[in-house]
């Protein structure tokens, strides 16, 4: 079967409403060719590949031969950079600039590896906004804990798939992880014992100390340090599960339904590189709001 593949992918609601429709229209297919066909694709955002690189990999567990078809030199450069296309027939291309974050599927025993991938490609960046010590340990531990969700709370087979990318034009950071399991929304209506919506599970899920872990340890403290640097820092935070999307941005939150779900979880961080302010835990400095910083020389609180 053919799939065509329209307009600009960028890491928004539009963007991932596109890859939720291609895995509708794919996701029956057995033992078949599936040629998918961008020549219609005029732009990708980079970090769009996890989402992607998950769906594709879905569709080789049942058998299926993927094929990207007709891809112009301009996403061709982007999808190459960053190594996805290699895992379809592509050549790997030299990343002059150092803008990728490399598109990588981690088993979920990988852990270590994990850990060591965000360190040296997305923390030690030097577009990331200034950090002390102790923010910039909880921070990395934050991200972490979408690694060890993926792989605990999703009871994924399949693993997790992770890219980023910088945008110096937009003064932005991109980073994404991806899973095949059951799904955020799944995973609340169990421990709830509710029928709850995907996208009202999700919001659940991002709210102070709300969990699903059978444990008596707190959850939710690494998606709530997230958004609130992420209100602070004038980024973005995305989650996709089910049919659910979730969006913090500009201090707002969205919540929406998308007509096609996606088989599994994406969380996607979008950080502003233009932030001079520089940030620390509140037990580093004061009570108060988890964040300071300074800027022009005047410390801001929230």
């Known amino acids: 079967m053919k799939f065509l593949l329209q307009n600009q992918v960028h890491h928004d609601q539009n963007g991932i409403a596109l890859l939720t429709q291609l895995y509708a ?30 769906i594709l990999y879905l569709l080789g567990v049942e058998l299926n031969s993927v094929r990207l078809i007709n891809v112009s030199p301009n996403v061709e450069k982007v999808l190459s950079k960053n190594g996805f296309l290699i895992h379809y027939g ?42 002390s010590v102790g923010l910039k340990k ?3 531990k934050s991200v972490l804990e979408i690694f060890s969700n993926a792989g605990l709370h999703s009871e994924t087979k399949w693993g997790v798939f992770s890219c980023g990318q910088f945008f110096p034009n937009r003064s932005q950071l ?10 955020i929304p799944e995973r609340v209506r169990r421990y709830l014992n509710s029928d709850i919506q995907p996208e009202e599970a999700i919001d659940w899920a991002t709210r102070d100390f709300h969990t699903t872990k059978s444990t008596n340890i707190p959850g939710g403290l690494g998606l709530k340090l997230l958004r609130e640097f992420i209100d602070q820092n004038d980024g973005c935070f995305q989650i996709v599960s089910d049919a659910g999307y979730w969006s913090r941005k500009n ?10 779900p996606f088989p599994g979880t994406v969380v996607n961080i979008q950080i502003n590189t233009a932030d001079q302010k520089s940030y620390a835990l509140t037990s580093e400095i ?10 022009n020389g005047k ?4």
């Open 25 to 54: 229209a794919t996701k029956d297919c057995f033992f078949d060719v599936i040629e998918i066909d961008m020549q219609l694709t005029t732009w990708f955002d980079a970090d769009m590949c996890a989402a992607l690189g998950a």
């Open 174 to 183: 991109a980073f994404s992880v991806a899973d095949l399991g059951i799904g």
């Open 251 to 260: 201090r707002e939150t969205t919540v929406t339904r998308l007509d096609h």
């Open 90 to 131: 592509g050549e790997p291309m030299s990343d002059l600039w150092d803008t990728t974050v490399s598109y990588r599927r981690f088993d979920i025993k990988d852990d270590q590896y994990f850990s060591i991938y965000i360190e040296r490609e997305f923390m030690d960046r030097d577009e990331m906004p200034s950090m």
């Open 286 to 295: 004061t009570s108060g709001s988890i964040f300071w910083g300074l800027k």
């Open 299 to 302: 410390k801001t609180t929230n």
């Open 138 to 140: 909880e921070f990395r």
